[in-house]
């Protein structure tokens, strides 16, 4: 049996194991971002090389929305971009001029330059000061020392809100096993610690 009361703004829904305080979206639309925190998520720096004010160079989108296991046929993955975004109409552009996109699933020694690659104050080369990466004939760019890395184009978009969700295609991949993943989680970067046998 279970028993719903409502508390001016607040629903509490109380059942057999006990009670779950709900807020309406509209009460505190600030809610849905601090309890979407709380959700776990891989960190992936999209990258492609595109052409600059000063020649070719490398533009990067981080995203902690990205999914994989959309689709197997076709091989699909996805990720949501907000419509404010200034990387990924360059981004766009070079993949449907041609080239690819190179997805780099961060992995966990890239907590300081997942910070550098959002970072919107640096030029898109600078992002990638220090780093480690790889530029494949087709654009695609990636950053090493990731788990996962997928070349892919752009399958469709689709608007939702302030975000659009963009369903990419994966061409080739690559992938170290023993490179653990970078997690998105309360605002924060974190590493995953296994859980004790037993």
């Avoid at 779950?20 to 492609?48: E, H, K, N, Q, Y």
């Avoid at 993955?77 to 080239?99: C, D, E, I, N, Y």
């Avoid at 659009?164 to 991949?173: A, F, I, K, M, R």
Wanted: charged share 15%.
């Amino acid at each position: 049996m279970t028993d719903t009361t409502d508390v001016t703004e607040l629903t509490v829904v109380t059942g057999a194991t006990g009670a779950v305080p709900m807020t309406p979206v509209a009460a505190d639309p600030m809610a849905l971002r601090s309890t979407s925190a709380l959700f776990p998520s891989g960190v992936a720096a999209l990258s492609a090389v595109v052409e600059g004010e000063d020649g070719p160079e490398p533009v990067v989108l981080v995203a902690s929305s990205f999914q994989v296991g959309i689709s197997l046929d076709p091989p699909l993955v996805l990720f949501a971009v907000q419509h404010t975004s200034t990387s990924w109409p360059k981004l766009r552009a070079a993949v449907q001029a041609g080239g690819k996109l190179g997805v780099s699933v961060l992995g966990e020694a890239h907590d300081l330059a997942a910070r550098r690659l959002a970072s919107r104050a640096l030029r898109a080369a600078e992002r990638f000061d220090g780093l480690d990466t790889t530029t494949l004939p087709s654009g695609a760019h990636f950053v090493h020392g990731a788990p996962v890395w997928l070349e892919c184009s752009i399958h469709s978009e689709v608007p939702a809100g302030d975000h659009d969700v963009v369903l990419l295609e994966v061409h080739s991949l690559g992938g170290v096993a023993e490179t653990e993943p970078l997690v998105w989680h309360s605002s924060g970067f974190r590493t995953l610690t296994p859980k004790a046998a037993g």
